[in-house]
């Protein structure tokens, strides 16, 4: 064998090697970006059907007369401004996740004011429809809960593959960057509770 081959089959096989690893690494990341995506989605699908259910329960309430109309109109701009917010699952930063944690969290702050105020209402803490939403509610903020769990076990995996070295050093050439984790507010980590007592007489 001439000699100058020897070199050259050795950095043949150190490119190969390279390109190998940049291949098993570039795919590895994207399938785990794609779980993000998907565990993103479902968490947008969580709070989209709790934003439809508060719609459908803001409806019911406004049947019951002389309701407080301030309740109503709190509700009703926090629902906008939680529906207004939306992040790009490929992008995602903890600012943007603390923005839409803020916007939430005053959603769930409105409703609960809401859901406090209809206890001075009986026809209402009587009407079918209001129970049955009221169920409902209870039922998607364990979703929520179990949906924003599930995200951040994608994130995890994918930022242990981008951040640790030496795929770091590929992650910043392919521009893979380490995704935000939900942060949960105080008492997050308990749905919150819509159910009324119903053997408190007013």
């Not at 190969?16 to 098993?24: D, L, M, P």
């Not at 699908?45 to 459908?56: E, K, P, V």
């Not at 790009?88 to 939430?104: G, M």
């Amino acid at each position: 064998m001439k000699k100058w081959l020897v070199p050259l089959i050795i950095i043949g096989v150190i490119v190969f090697g390279i390109y190998s690893w940049a291949v098993g690494f570039n795919n590895t990341a994207v399938k785990l970006n794609e779980n993000i995506s998907e565990s993103w989605g479902n968490v947008q699908t969580a709070y989209q059907r709790r934003s439809d259910l508060i719609g459908n329960l803001v409806n019911t309430v406004k049947g019951a007369a002389d309701f407080e109309k301030s309740t109503l109109t709190s509700v009703i701009e926090a629902r906008a401004k939680a529906t207004s917010v939306t992040i790009d699952p490929t992008n995602i930063t903890p600012e943007q996740l603390a923005n839409f944690n803020k916007v939430q969290g005053g959603l769930s702050g409105a409703l609960k004011s809401l859901l406090v105020t209809v206890e001075r209402y009986p026809e209402l803490k009587a009407n079918q429809n209001f129970l049955k939403l009221q169920d409902e509610l209870a039922s998607t903020e364990n979703q929520i809960l179990t949906a924003r769990t599930r995200f951040n076990e994608a994130v995890k995996p994918y930022n242990n593959h981008v951040k640790t070295f030496p795929n770091s050093i590929l992650a910043s050439i392919f521009n893979f960057e380490g995704k935000a984790y939900f942060e949960s507010e105080p008492g997050a980590e308990k749905a919150p509770d819509v159910k009324f007592d119903f053997n408190n007489k007013k």
